[in-house]
């Protein structure tokens, strides 16, 4: 890695949510809230494709916001970058 380079993670949000609300026991409580922000994470990637801005789609696409498959975020977070 060279050193104008960091070490980051992409995270899949609507994964994680699944799997909290199905499998850690106390957050049963939560289940309504999960799907709840599962409704809001997906209006803010519908408005986030409107918008179009290079920034925030690298930013929805390292936490798995829009539909792409997992083999494609590398490739479309530098045609991202490309545009900034």
């Known amino acids: 890695m060279e050193n104008n380079e960091s ?3 992409n995270i899949d949000l609507p ?3 699944i ?3 199905n499998n ?3 957050a049963s409580v939560f ?3 999960l799907k709840v922000l599962q409704a809001k994470l997906a209006a803010i990637a519908s408005r986030a494709i409107e918008l179009d801005d290079p920034e925030l789609n690298i930013l929805m696409l390292e936490c798995k916001l829009y539909d792409v498959c997992h083999d494609d975020i590398q490739k479309y977070i530098s045609e991202q970058k490309q545009r900034q």
């Open 7 to 9: 070490l980051y993670f």
């Open 15 to 17: 994964q994680l949510i």
């Open 19 to 21: 799997e909290i609300g």
């Open 24 to 26: 850690v026991p106390q």
């Open 31 to 33: 289940r309504q809230p």
